[in-house]
């Protein structure tokens, strides 16, 4: 192992016991029975009659950034301490997409088809094309290093927002002088802060119709999750407080087609209608970290979650 590489991972290892619930990775395995609550009646409508949660990975470290990849019709996520991008589809399981990643964390997937990652030990924002080639989008602001890139949402335009907590490095490490969340503009080199108020931005994502932004805040003093309204010249205004996580925190977050908002916590993943209220929950064995939706119809949605990913057919379709 070469000297950068062993220090990049001490560092990040280190990042890691910092991360929301990460003491839970450290307990018992199999606390709990995989399952679904209902909590509101609404929430019926997600699911579908074999609504099952069933485990598709195990005997990883730290699985994070699930997204699917329409191009190779797989799902991609992330093992960060591993330093792996894995694929998995149903007919071969488990396959290396890319190592090393750079501790990636976060991942999304752009109009074009092409996988942006959010990178914890590289500090930057990359881009991956379908012929494999990796280019760096941005690493710094103002011409400091970014903090810790940790997840990141596309727009229809080909806008990236994410966020920058400080997860991925050391505090003596940290240029920044704010937890930014950034956009980076289609062809800019550099992102512009669109927030600048959070304790540890961290999960993100956009609204259905695309004019809305959800960003999560797992500082351990706030635990919620602020929805933005994004205004015609991309800046943001509102930001009240969507919902609170508990137990645990929020970390990554999705959409469904109908608004609906998925929120990984301490117990799998909390459902809330497009007001805000708590009606379900997907319970996972392991607290999860992140989850997606993808598979054909676009209807399964996959959970990162410590050492495993588990996923469960709904009836309802995510947010592209």
Sequence with gaps: MRTATLMAWVTVAAALAALPGASRAREPR???KAGIEVIDESFKAVLRPDSK??????GLRFTEGPVWYAAEKCLLFSDIPNDTIHKWTQAKGLEVWRKPSRNTNGNAVDPQGRV???EHSGRQVSRTGKDGKVEVLCSTYKGKRLNSPNDACVAKDGTIWFT???YGIKPDQVEQEANYVFRLDPGAKEPVVVASDFGRPNGICLSPDGKMLYVADSDRAKRHIRRFRIK???????GEVFCTIEPGGPDGIRCDADGRLYSSAGDGVQVFSPKGKR???ILTPLSAANCAFGGPEFKTLFITARSGVWAVDLAVAGAK
């Design 30 to 32: 199999m606390q709990r």
């Design 53 to 58: 949660v069933r485990q598709i990975a195990d």
């Design 116 to 118: 942006v990652s959010c």
């Design 164 to 166: 920058d907590p400080p």
């Design 232 to 238: 015609a010249d991309k800046t943001l205004e509102g």
């Design 279 to 281: 009606i379900g929950r």
